[in-house]
């Protein structure tokens, strides 16, 4: 099992910056994918970026130019920087990883409780 723990959530302004932390906690821990999820209300939860072991990235369209993601491997954590923040991206923000898998890939599927990011206009 791998417990994530996430912190960073707030209230800001737009056009502020925030920047969201993710701890993985488990013991012979390798994480082949960590990742953002969120969830506005009434709304499906969506990729927001995502990155590998390997140091492969991905980010959804409407934050390309204004997140970051980075990972720290010996932490396990992950990072999510926001700037230029939006009213559009107040949601529920969820930690996500992937095990490696025995044989490659990635196995698994965690999540962390959720941290809120709310942006005022």
């Known amino acids: 099992q791998v417990r994530l723990v996430e912190s960073g959530g707030g209230l800001v302004q737009a056009g502020g910056s925030l920047r969201l932390s993710c701890t993985a906690f488990?013991?012979?821990?390798?994480?082949?994918?960590m990742g953002w999820y969120r969830q506005a209300p009434g709304k499906q939860r969506e990729l927001v970026a995502a990155?590998?072991?390997?140091?492969?990235?991905n980010y959804r369209d409407s934050v390309k130019g204004r997140f970051t993601i980075s990972r720290d491997n010996a932490l396990n954590t992950v990072y999510l920087l926001m700037n230029n923040l939006k009213p559009e991206d107040t949601a529920v923000y969820y930690c996500?990883?992937?095990?490696?898998?025995?044989?490659?890939?990635?196995?698994?599927?965690?999540w962390g409780q959720g941290t809120q990011v709310t942006v005022s206009s």
């Open positions: 990155a590998t072991s390997g140091g492969s990235t």
């Open positions: 488990a013991s012979m821990l390798c994480l082949e994918t």
């Open positions: 996500n990883a992937h095990r490696c898998g025995p044989y490659g890939g990635a196995v698994g599927d965690y």
